[in-house]
């Protein structure tokens, strides 16, 4: 059973990686948003490591919306999806090695980058590895949810902006918990507790919400 | 079907709802009014003013009700949509769509009062306090069911999608109350479901209950009538849909319209579930 998830991982992340322009296309979004704020709000230092956390946070989750809109909408064009929804392997576990291999190949890059644009906001020290590790825990959550949402409004009119409205309130959780843990460590509190939740909200939403995103498949599907 | 037996699941049929509503309504409009003109009454004139807020306290008796009408209706919401998704009873997505509107008509009252509560007592009518963010948090899941509901072009698929979020909205609003309460708070404790016993005064708390009566009673009589009319609008060209809007449902078109459910459903419908 391991071996098809194997291959359909590693389909999607070389399909995603051959196509260049995606991954750079949502690293730019990511980059360029927090690159607004500063230009908003203006370059005193202290200003903008106050905002820091949330703006990184904020970038973040827009990040992982954009990018979740197209997760099953080309698979579901040219018939794949349907196709995957037949095979033996559980939806389940075949839309968690999509999400997966999404968040592999978009999500990560962004945890990487996430130090250095946390550092250019005025973030020092061990403030960007708990920046960096909050958004390790927290992005694979947003991206579980974000599939739900992608899944629902496939084929519906309007998807993008509607899944705006509906992902966005259910990224609530994880968006206070991720910049509270950084917003902690810039004031030397502890920052564990933090850390800790949103590795509980991963633990929770790892198993449960692949099944939405399959029961969410199989609505669009049927 | 198994549950045969079980009376209530008459229900499910949507000409019997029809005419259960038909029959509940009009009393609960009344009673809705009376328990409204009472509480507030006893809202004006009979509690007294509060110690330290004065009289700006007494837009509790519409803020508390609505605040907890708001939530209640999501939870509601989400049970009827467990119920569809699970026996595709298509009743129940006809309730949940019908309670929608009301929740989230109760959930922004809700907002709007604790805003013209908030500016005499607190001195500003927004803060980004825990409860108030929550609060406008689940006004934003109802928007999002509603127009996940709408943006279907199949209803039966429409409404599955948004069955299976709210669902997963009830899942998180616990979750989503927790973490912003952990973030912020300056809202006031709570008042009356405490274990010493309600902090305030006897008629004070008369005239919540009846408050919360008459907002409970009005949005059943309002989600019963809106479920009536999507109901119809759904079984247009039933028999008994056209005979029910004309005003003369007959007990033999109703019984005939219920057996359909269990046998063949009407032309309009497709019953496919694969």
Same mark, same amino acid.
């Given at each position: 059973m391991v071996r098809p998830l194997w291959t359909l991982l590693q389909r999607d992340i070389s399909l995603i990686v051959t196509r260049r322009q995606d991954v750079l296309t949502v690293v730019a979004f990511f980059v360029i948003v927090i690159t607004l704020f500063p230009l908003a709000i203006g370059p005193e230092p202290e200003k903008l490591r106050t905002i820091a956390p949330g703006a990184v946070w904020v970038a973040a989750a827009l990040a992982s919306l954009i990018s979740l809109d197209r997760l099953f909408a080309d698979d579901w064009r040219d018939g794949t999806l349907e196709q995957l929804a037949l095979a033996p392997q559980p939806l389940a576990l075949t839309a968690l090695a999509k999400v997966l291999a999404h968040w592999l190949s978009l999500g990560l890059p962004l945890v990487i980058l996430s130090p250095a644009l946390g550092y250019a906001l005025g973030l020092q020290g061990i403030e960007l590895a708990v920046l960096a590790g909050s958004l390790l825990?927290? /992005?694979?959550?947003?991206?579980?949810? *974000? !599939?739900?949402?992608?899944?629902? /409004?496939?084929?519906?009119?309007?998807? *993008? !902006?509607?899944?705006a409205l509906l992902i966005l309130p259910l990224y609530v959780p994880v968006l206070i918990l991720g910049a509270g843990a950084v917003n902690e460590a810039m004031f030397a509190a502890p920052y564990q507790a933090h850390l800790s939740l949103l590795g509980a909200l991963l633990a929770v939403a790892l198993p449960l919400l692949p099944l939405a995103i399959a029961g969410a498949l199989r609505i669009t599907l049927d | 079907m198994t549950g045969r037996s079980i009376p209530w699941l008459k229900f499910t049929a949507p000409a019997n709802f029809y005419t259960l509503a038909q029959r509940l309504v009009p009393w609960l409009w009344p009673a809705a009014a009376l328990c409204a003109v009472a509480g507030l009454y006893m809202g004006f004139f009979v509690a007294p003013p509060d110690h330290q807020q004065g009289d700006a306290y007494r837009i509790l008796f519409i803020h508390v009700p609505t605040a907890w009408m708001g939530m209640l209706l999501y939870l509601l919401l989400a049970a009827y949509g467990a119920i569809f998704l699970v026996w595709r009873i298509k009743m129940a997505d006809i309730m949940a769509r019908a309670?929608?509107?009301?929740?989230?008509?109760?959930?922004?009252?809700?907002?709007?009062?604790?805003?013209?509560?908030?500016?005499?007592?607190?001195?500003?009518?927004?803060?980004?306090d825990a409860r108030l963010t929550s609060t406008l948090i689940l006004l934003f899941l109802?928007?999002?069911?509603?127009?996940?509901?709408?943006?279907?072009?199949?209803r039966e698929k429409g409404g599955r999608a948004a069955s299976l979020l709210a669902i997963i909205g009830a899942v998180n609003v616990p979750i989503?109350?927790?973490?912003?309460?952990?973030?912020?708070?300056?809202?006031?404790?709570?008042?009356?479901?405490?274990?010493?016993g309600p902090s305030m005064a006897d008629s004070m708390l008369a005239a919540l209950l009846l408050m919360i009566a008459a907002f409970w009673i009005y949005a059943g009589a309002i989600v019963l009538r809106r479920a009536q009319a999507?109901?119809?609008?759904?079984?247009?060209?039933?028999?008994?849909?056209?005979?029910?809007?004309?005003?003369?449902?007959?007990?033999?078109?109703?019984?005939?319209?219920?057996?359909?459910?269990?046998?063949?459903?009407?032309?309009?419908?497709?019953?496919?579930?694969?």
């Open positions: 825990l927290g /992005t694979p959550v947003l991206s579980l949810l *974000g !599939a739900v949402g992608a899944a629902m /409004t496939l084929g519906v009119r309007g998807g *993008g !902006a509607l899944m | 309670i929608a509107p009301t929740g989230a008509l109760m959930t922004f009252l809700s907002l709007w009062t604790g805003a013209l509560w908030g500016a005499p007592t607190w001195g500003t009518f927004w803060v980004w109802f928007l999002g069911y509603m127009a996940l509901h709408a943006a279907s072009d199949d989503i109350y927790f973490s912003v309460e952990w973030w912020y708070n300056l809202h006031q404790g709570v008042s009356v479901m405490r274990s010493d999507e109901a119809l609008s759904r079984e247009a060209r039933t028999e008994w849909a056209q005979a029910a809007a004309a005003g003369r449902l007959t007990r033999e078109q109703r019984e005939r319209a219920a057996v359909g459910i269990e046998g063949n459903r009407p032309p309009l419908e497709s019953g496919g579930q694969t």
